[in-house]
């Protein structure tokens, strides 16, 4: 919560009676008002307190532990931590979870915020394998079922796909229509080029492909008609105002700003191949609200550690993991494709756990894009 700055507002907008009083009122006012500035500009101390001074501690990137006391902070309202846990609990107790409208919602200005809404925990127990079960029993059930699907793009000719990157093409969904008219957009973020044929056929099939890399040698590469390559990293910056005062490499952008900057205003297909960067990445989708300009969302996602930035023990890792994914649900996506990698090694969490794959394959159609 933000004692300070709440505490300042409310003092500011005290009434003063008297002449004193008001000049007392306002001296109070300034000094309450002026202290959480205080806090941004450090001038001395070590490398450690100046960052603590700079970024407030609840404006700190926080690992996956410590959301679980601090529930969906927007940065303007302070949250009552323990009317949530109770909240929580109560949800445990008769096994409710939902898509809870943050407060903040109401405002006519929406904030932006800078932390997911944490779920439930699994059981009051908080234990690895309640965490596991109920996220594995998630990624394994499809939310709505597809009459066609695609594996690997358009042209459909290659049968020795590597991966089934799998879109929908039901014409209920949007996705299909784009395709006839040729006027689908796909981005592919990816590390590596190995695996590039579900590009190459979504473009030889007329969509507009953007597939961003870091790791090619000129920043902007067009191959044929419809398939680009970009020079750029994807970042999962906290949207928090403080964490952005920081200097940003160029090359290292968030998609929201990768769309602006290109004027995109939505993206038919995203399909994210990212090595474990995949939940921050999403997580940055979901805060920045970039998910909403996506229509479906195919997504590699681990499972063997973590994942980049990703900390805590491993039932509030998997309880992280679950919630991102619920946030989607939230924001009426459906998940419509499941694939377990069983090339890959059977281990969760670096443990042998219920049957559980290191690495699926998932979509998802945004059911508002109908
Ligand atoms: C945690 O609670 C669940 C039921 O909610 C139970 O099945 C499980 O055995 C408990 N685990 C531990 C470690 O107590
Ligand atoms: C994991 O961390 C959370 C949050 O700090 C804590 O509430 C929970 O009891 C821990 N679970 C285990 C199994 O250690
Ligand atoms: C384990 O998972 C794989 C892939 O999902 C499945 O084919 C297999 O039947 C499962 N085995 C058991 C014992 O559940």
Redesign the pocket.
Known sequence: SLPDINMGKRQCWLPGRGLVLRLATLALTLLLCLQPWRSYYPSSGTQQEATDRKYPKQYQPQPAEGLSSKRQVTYIRASSNHQEDIHAERAVETGHSSCKALPADRLRRKPRRWRIHLQPWASLNRSLGDEASRFLRYISTTQISCRRLETNGLMGRSKSVKKPWTICLDDRFSLARQVRDQQCRLYSLGLGAQDNQFEVSMAEGGCDVHRFEPSIKLSHVQQGQHLWYHRLAIDWRDPNPSVSIRKVHSRIKTLGTILSEFGHWKIDVLKVDMESAEWKILENLILEETIEQIGQLVLEIHLHWPGFQVNGNDSSVVRYWYSLLKELECKDFRLFYIH?D?SKPQTFLRKKML?A?SCYTLSWVNGKWT
């Open positions: 377990t069983l049957n794959s």
